[in-house]
């Protein structure tokens, strides 16, 4: 007999039936108060940032990229249900933790915090904090924990991305909130061998929590919404920005859209932005229309 059957069908079967379903119901999102600009943007490429208030055409939604969004979700709402069950145990003192919280820190940009927290001290004052979730695969999960497999061991971590961190730091000046906590959750566990000889608790093998100082977070919400306020001041003279983001220090870098994976397989917008060229260059007479 033929091994051919172990192969597997390519694309439109049943197994598709999931990934064309999202395709067909996906519309953009909308942001939280409707301005301009999203604290989920934190980072991102400032020509895509740019293409974003402007409403510019996007390439064909991904059912794969979709796929592992829908995962996130269905991951984070799990989460905040967990949380609230936990939240005492952690904070005896707490008078309450809402999730989804909507704010806008200025008229230029909102969003939405996982979750807020509220906590009494013993002074009688309340404290708030900021909670981010965020779900990703096994490699990123093992960079950010200092996690390394030959030989399994932790070396020193990387931490939650630059990115989490900042858009947590964006909930909570929108949520007048004095700490940070990012937590990160893998899609794919650590394996209990090599967890053991890394001496990892089981748990650490999917999750981990980082507690974040105000002086690492506030300074660089601040600048990153310098950086996007002038992008979004530069759309509405006319100019769409160079090709720049920030890398996993926080520091702008270049990025070529030709080559740079992100840009060449993930961009929405990489067909308009090789089309409209690098640097700063005019906003495109169909763009413009299309604004007004």
């Keep these: 007999m033929s091994d051919e059957w172990k192969y597997p069908q390519r694309a439109g079967g049943l197994a598709s039936a999931l990934l064309e379903k999202l395709e067909r119901e996906n519309k953009p999102k909308p942001t939280a108060f409707g301005t301009p600009l999203r604290y989920s943007s934190f980072g991102e490429c400032g020509r895509k940032v740019a293409y974003s ?3 510019a055409p996007q390439r064909p939604a991904s059912g794969a990229g979709l796929y592992v969004m829908q995962i996130g979700t269905i991951l984070h709402e799990v989460i905040q249900q967990a949380i609230n069950w936990k939240i005492t145990q952690i904070w005896p003192h707490n008078t309450g933790v809402e999730f989804e ?4 820190l200025t008229d230029d940009i909102s969003g939405s915090a996982d979750g807020i927290v ?3 001290l013993a002074d009688g004052t309340k404290k708030r904090i900021s909670l981010e979730i965020k ?10 924990i200092g996690f390394k497999d030959r030989p399994a061991r932790i070396v020193e971590p990387k931490g939650p991305a630059i990115s989490a961190i900042g858009q947590a730091g964006w909930n909570a000046l929108g949520n007048d909130c004095e700490e940070v906590v990012v937590m990160s959750f893998a899609l794919e566990a650590i394996s209990v061998g090599k967890a053991i000889e890394a001496g990892l608790h089981d748990h650490d093998r999917v999750c981990a929590e980082w507690f974040i100082p105000r002086e690492v977070w506030e300074p660089l919400a601040d600048k990153e919404l310098a950086r996007q306020t002038e992008i979004l001041r ?4 006319g100019f769409l920005p160079d090709r720049i983001a920030l890398d996993d220090h926080g520091n702008e870098e270049a990025r070529d859209t030709e080559r740079h994976p ?5 961009c929405d917008f990489r067909d308009q932005c090789l089309d409209d060229g690098p640097g700063i260059v005019a906003v495109p007479v169909s763009l413009t229309k299309k604004e007004q």
Excluded at 101 to 104: D, E, I, L
Excluded at 234 to 237: D, L, P
Excluded at 262 to 266: A, D, E, H, V
């Design 53 to 55: 208030v402007l409403g």
């Design 101 to 104: 919280v909507a704010s806008k």
């Design 118 to 120: 509220t906590v009494e």
């Design 135 to 144: 779900t990703m695969g096994g490699v990123k999960f093992k960079q950010q």
């Design 234 to 237: 530069g759309v509405e003279e």
């Design 262 to 266: 992100l840009c060449l397989n993930y």
